[in-house]
């Protein structure tokens, strides 16, 4: 049986803005995160740096949410 995935997490219905940059709160040097990344590791300073998009209740705002409450 193949393995059931979230249609939300497809990468082939992600818009430009799921993928952005942000400068590290330590050392500014640029930053790319995927919209599902929960952390990087700052490639300049290697400090750790959390997603401030990342949101775990995707069920609430994702198109594909109401499929996944009721188990689709």
């Known amino acids: 049986m193949a393995d059931v995935k979230c249609p939300g ?4 219905l992600w ?8 400068p590290c ?12 990344e929960p952390f ?5 300073c290697g400090s750790r740096v959390r997603n401030p998009r990342m949101d775990q209740g995707c069920a ?5 949410g109401d499929k996944c409450k009721r188990g689709e």
């Open 25 to 36: 709160p330590f050392c500014n040097e640029e930053i790319e995160f995927w919209k599902d």
């Open 40 to 44: 990087r590791v700052c490639r300049a």
């Open 60 to 64: 609430e705002w994702c198109t594909h």
């Open 9 to 12: 997490q497809s990468m082939r």
């Open 15 to 22: 818009k430009p803005e799921d993928i952005f940059y942000m």
